[in-house]
């Protein structure tokens, strides 16, 4: 079983910043991409950001040009920049994997999520 390990929510004005990481927390044989999805109340979970492990990205269309998604391969760690955020991004992030480990099966992991509010 592989964990996913996030950090970095919290409450922020509308406008400010926040930066999100998420590691693998055990060596693993590889990952092929890693990204970060959100779900707000009464919603279904969408993505956010996603990058391969050749560092790829692609973005959903209301974080374009707001959000940048990074990695330090060396550390298994995803990372999530926010900026200019607005009140329609709350809601809990998850960070997802897709991971392959030493016995060469590959599997799809979630994190336990993190809550991120933008408010007033």
């Known amino acids: 079983q592989v964990q996913l390990v996030e950090s970095g929510g919290g409450l922020v004005q509308p406008g400010g910043s926040l930066r999100l990481s998420c590691a693998v927390a055990?060596?693993?044989?590889?990952?092929?991409?890693m990204g970060w999805y959100r779900q707000a109340p009464g919603k279904q979970r969408e993505l956010v950001a996603r990058?391969?492990?050749?560092?790829?990205?692609n973005y959903a269309d209301s974080v374009t040009g707001r959000f940048t998604i990074s990695s330090d391969n060396a550390k298994n760690t995803v990372y999530l920049q926010m900026n200019s955020l607005k009140p329609e991004d709350t809601a809990v992030y998850y960070c997802?994997?897709?991971?392959?480990?030493?016995?060469?099966?590959?599997?799809?992991?979630w994190g336990q999520g993190t809550q991120v509010t933008v408010s007033s």
């Open positions: 990058i391969t492990n050749s560092g790829s990205t």
């Open positions: 055990r060596s693993v044989f590889n990952i092929y991409n």
């Open positions: 997802n994997a897709e991971v392959q480990d030493f016995s060469l099966m590959v599997q799809n992991y």
